[in-house]
Each structure stands twice: as C-alpha cells, then as structure tokens.
C-alpha cells in the first residue's frame, strides 16, 4: 500500500494488505523518479547491496542517527557543565567548562534503521527497510520507518509476497557508512585536507577548538583513517594498530571521544547505535576542558 505525505501518526490502516504476523518492508519504489532526494538521503549511486544510515535531513532522520532523550520534569534540576569556547587577548581560542542546572534526562539510543539497495523480480531498483513484522507491538518502529521513508522522500510502499514485489534478497550487501583512506602516515597536514570540510559546518567559534583536537589525535601518528558517511557524516576514525585501538572523533559541540578496541572490519559493519554502545568502547572522553589530559594519558 502507497503512503504519502510529510507525516502519519497510525500505522494500523497502512498495514490492510499485509497479513498479521508476515514480514514485510517499506520500499521506496522507482528511486530514480526521486533523484534528489535519494542523493540528500546520502545515496550517491544506486546499486543492487549498498546499505548506508540516512543523512539527516530532518527530526526523524536525526532521530534516527542520534537518538534522543526523556526529559524528567517531575524530578529536581541537577548540575551539569557545557563547554564553551573563549578568546584570550591574544585571539586564541580556549575551552571552559560552564555549570548549569537541567532536569535529569534519559537518553533513548538511536533506531539506526538502515536503507539498502534491492532489486526485485523485475530487476528494477528499490530502497528498503530492513525486516519489519505486522504486530501490534512492533507498531511503534514500523512508524517510525514509514516517516523516515516520508521525510526522507515524500512517499513509500510496503512490500510484501503477497503483492508480488518479490526481492533478491541473496545480493551480498556492502555497507557504505564510510570512506576509508588508504593506509599510511597522517600527519596534521593530510589530516586537516581531509575533514576541513566537515569543520565547515561547525559554527565558525567552536571551529579552532575541533580542529585542535583533530591535530592532537593526529600527533600520535595513526596510520589508518576513515571519514563517515550519510548518517556517520561528521565521524572520523584513527587507527593505531601499534596500540591496538581506534580513536573516534567527531566534529559535535559537547560530545565525546570514543576509543574502540576491535578490529576495522568488525567495526565497520556496526550500526551507529552499536558503535558507540557502552560495552564496545574501551574509553570516552567528553569534550571537556581536561579533555587534552585524558588524550595524553592514553598515549602515555
């Protein structure tokens, strides 16, 4: 059944063709009708088994990529400090760390629900979500799918057997989450080549701050970088092999570095969600003023 709009608030009428308990997927049907969406949704090529996390386009799709929280207005305020960056008289820039009061928040981790590449038994191209199951209880995901679909490019379809969309489903599936560079030394200069545009986006008076701490991890000479792409946009990766870990980096005001202990290849075939999930990371530096310590030590 075709779904259109900006935004549905009930899944149940969406779902009359499908059978209760079958498994179906939200497709995008003929992407090349949308092409500049498809490309903003951070598919550059279409071909059969790419898999990529959305870029963030809009609410759902950040959603989506970054989570959010609960606000807990029913408890007392508590301290917590924002970093925000100053200029000394002699114009560099400096980190301070800002206490202020909020009501205590719980964080809900990001669906990261992934699009990938099909063809079907027309050999025509689709988008689509991974398995979704007509269930009550899973209500609330296959919504949030359908209005991803619907901010990302205005309308979807479910697919299912029972109206003959019959995918491929045996194409080995690539994801493209990110651009590995090739292996070898990345001093400042190479580095800063690479991610100058991502630090673009960044508001211009937190620019040097991130850019310095980019230089910082890029004076322990890893040999091994990798940008982010789509929904990963933002998210650099340093490899040092010698010490048996990789930092990852981002471009975000008031987040955090993450070491990570396993293997490229393992961790490249991770969602966002499981990424930075606290059983994997080894180490998290939040981007505070001691933040330069805590690197240093690592190191050390």
């Known amino acids: 059944m075709k779904i259109q709009g900006k935004r549905i608030r009930n899944?149940?009428?969406?779902?009359?063709?499908?059978?209760?308990?079958?498994?179906?997927?939200?497709?995008?049907?003929?992407?090349?009708?949308?092409?500049?969406?498809?490309?903003?949704?951070?598919?550059?090529?279409?071909?059969?088994?790419?898999?990529?996390?959305?870029?963030v386009v809009g609410p759902r799709s950040r959603f989506n990529a970054e989570g959010g929280f609960i606000v807990h207005r029913d408890r007392e305020k508590e301290t917590r400090f924002r970093e925000l960056v100053i200029t000394d008289w002699h114009g560099n820039p400096h980190t301070v760390d800002i206490a202020y009061l909020r009501y205590p928040r719980t964080s809900i981790p990001p669906p990261s629900i992934e699009l990938t590449v099909m063809e079907n038994d027309r050999r025509e191209l689709l988008i689509i979500s991974p398995d979704l199951v007509n269930e009550r209880a899973n209500y609330t995901d296959i919504l949030h799918v359908a209005n991803l679909f619907l901010e990302l490019f205005g309308e979807c379809d479910t697919v299912g057997d029972n109206n003959r969309v019959i995918l491929n489903l045996n194409v080995p599936v690539r994801r493209l989450n990110w651009t590995v560079l090739p292996v070898g030394q990345y001093p400042w200069e190479r580095v800063r080549a690479s991610i100058?545009?991502?630090?673009?986006?960044?508001?211009?008076?937190?620019?040097?701050?991130?850019?310095?701490?980019?230089?910082?991890?890029?004076?322990?000479?890893?040999?091994?970088?990798?940008?982010?792409?789509?929904?990963f946009n933002g998210y650099v990766v340093f490899g040092f092999p010698d010490r048996d870990f990789f930092v990852l980096e981002s471009i975000y005001h008031n987040n955090a570095t993450y070491i990570l202990g396993n293997d490229w290849e393992e961790l490249s075939q991770l969602t966002k969600a499981d990424l930075i999930a606290e059983e994997l990371y080894i180490q998290r530096f939040e981007h505070r003023v001691n933040w330069p310590e805590e690197v240093r030590n690592l190191f050390g």
């Open 196 to 231: 100058d545009t991502l630090v673009d986006r960044v508001r211009e008076n937190y620019q040097p701050i991130i850019r310095q701490r980019f230089e910082t991890i890029s004076s322990y000479h890893p040999n091994f970088m990798a940008i982010g792409r789509a929904g």
């Open 11 to 55: 899944i149940e009428k969406y779902l009359g063709d499908i059978e209760e308990g079958a498994t179906f997927r939200i497709a995008l049907l003929q992407p090349n009708d949308f092409e500049n969406r498809v490309i903003r949704a951070g598919f550059n090529d279409l071909e059969s088994g790419i898999q990529i996390l959305p870029n």
